[in-house]
């Protein structure tokens, strides 16, 4: 199983970016995938989720109207539009899939991460 996370970078407040993770080793269309984040001395979170078949979304309410969660089960890739982009969302941006879904509580399906992508919002 493989993760690879793209698209972060430094941007001002307000700001956005899109982030792309693509998996592989795994039936990818089977699974709700879920965007997490790990800001410096604090521990991971989940940010959104998305069913397997995309119609339905969860995102975490401190990020709910400005995020965006997509996937593209023929690419194997998930996507997460940040829009209006605070200095809080400043972390590392991972991906998985997860066992649960429309809960914080998440539980990640797979032991092996992907280096993720650092976002990193000041002015």
């Known amino acids: 199983v493989q993760f690879v996370e793209s698209g972060g970078g430094l941007v001002q407040p307000g700001g956005s970016l899109r982030l792309s993770c693509v998996a592989s080793?795994?039936?990818?269309?089977?699974?709700?995938m879920t965007w997490y984040r790990q800001a410096p001395r604090k521990g991971r979170e989940l940010v959104a989720s998305?069913?397997?078949?995309?119609?339905?979304?969860y995102y975490v309410d401190s990020v709910k109207g400005r995020f965006s969660i997509s996937r593209d089960n023929a690419r194997n890739t998930v996507n997460l539009q940040m829009n209006n982009l605070k200095p809080e969302d400043t972390a590392v941006y991972f991906c998985?899939?997860?066992?649960?879904?429309?809960?914080?509580?998440?539980?990640?399906?797979?032991?092996?991460w992907g280096q993720g992508t650092q976002v990193t919002v000041s002015s």
């Open positions: 998305i069913m397997p078949s995309g119609d339905s979304t």
């Open positions: 998985n899939a997860d066992y649960r879904y429309g809960t914080t509580l998440s539980r990640p399906v797979f032991t092996s």
């Open positions: 080793g795994f039936t990818f269309s089977n699974y709700v």
